[in-house]
């Protein structure tokens, strides 16, 4: 599968399994499964056709690991980043003492007045390096990375959650966490 093909098929894979199955009728449990047969076979009548060989390099392959098959590779369901209403059944955790996030210089002053708002997704996305976050910053504009006081957050009762793919995730962070 060459590059500009496995690009253009994750993108797909993200809009339909994170934002819109129903742009080719694609049933998605209460948890963001889909049935793998069902997937391809839709896709293919959407002219995105794919192969399930091809859907599973794209799996293992994607670098920020943003899809995951069950045991037996039959269903198969987007980590995090859903604007979609569904249960990632994801569990409370203890996040390190600092996170960070990447946002490009634009949305800085917004962030600095109201705070990291979770907007039309699930959950904010925080990473624990600050590599991760100049590349989620840096497609937008110029990167910006902001250093959030996890363990401050935890103690004041914020939820925390790391999806199958080490994305931490959380509700809102306050501009009182948040530091340049």
């Given amino acids: 599968m060459n590059e500009q093909h496995k690009k253009k ?3 797909f894979l993200s809009y339909v399994l994170r934002h819109h199955p129903e742009l080719i009728n694609l049933n998605l449990d209460e948890n963001g499964w889909a ?3 069902e997937l391809i076979a839709k896709s293919t009548n959407d002219s995105q056709g794919f192969t399930f060989e091809e859907l599973d390099e794209i799996v293992e392959t994607n670098d ?3 899809f995951i098959f069950n045991e037996d590779k039959t269903r198969i369901r987007a ?4 604007s979609i209403d569904i ?3 994801l ?3 203890k996040p390190p003492e600092f ?3 990447g946002t490009a210089q634009s949305n800085i002053d917004s962030i600095l007045e109201n705070g990291i708002e979770k907007r039309s997704r699930k959950h904010v996305h925080l990473s624990e390096d600050k590599e991760t976050a100049t590349k989620v910053g840096m497609r937008h504009g110029k990167p910006i990375i902001l250093t959030i006081n996890t363990e401050k957050m935890f103690d004041d009762g914020i939820e925390f959650y790391l999806s199958e793919n080490n994305v931490w995730l959380t509700d809102f962070v306050d501009i009182k966490y948040i530091s340049q």
């Fill in 99 to 101: 996170l960070y996030h």
């Fill in 35 to 37: 049935n793998v047969d």
């Fill in 9 to 11: 098929t994750s993108k």
């Fill in 64 to 66: 920020k690991k943003r």
């Fill in 79 to 82: 980590n995090q980043g859903h």
């Fill in 87 to 89: 249960n990632l059944a």
């Fill in 91 to 93: 569990i409370s955790q």
